[in-house]
């Protein structure tokens, strides 16, 4: 299942966004809030927003603000469940 087209509104998002100046907490590249920003499906496919746990719900992590961070979604799959 695919992204909404659309630009995230809620606050959390919002919050994230502006703290990290829309760039990945992983790798610190650029990332896309939404697909009309992207020169190609497949490079939104891979540099879109995501949120991701800091540390993993596999783990015990939480899905508080505080357990979450903005990253590519590339950077969130190659990630894993690591911490």
């Given at each position: 299942?695919?992204?909404?087209f659309q630009v995230r509104a809620d606050a959390v998002f919002e919050a994230m966004w502006q703290?990290?100046?829309g760039r990945c907490a992983l790798c610190g590249g650029r990332m896309f809030r939404n697909r009309f920003e992207a020169p190609h499906a497949r490079i939104w496919a891979k540099q879109r927003a995501?949120?991701?746990h800091i540390?993993?719900?596999s783990k015990g992590g939480s899905d508080q603000p505080e357990n979450l961070q903005l990253t590519h979604a590339r950077c969130n799959k190659i990630k894993g469940d690591q911490i």
């Open positions: 299942m695919s992204q909404a703290a990290q100046s995501t949120l991701d540390i993993p719900r």
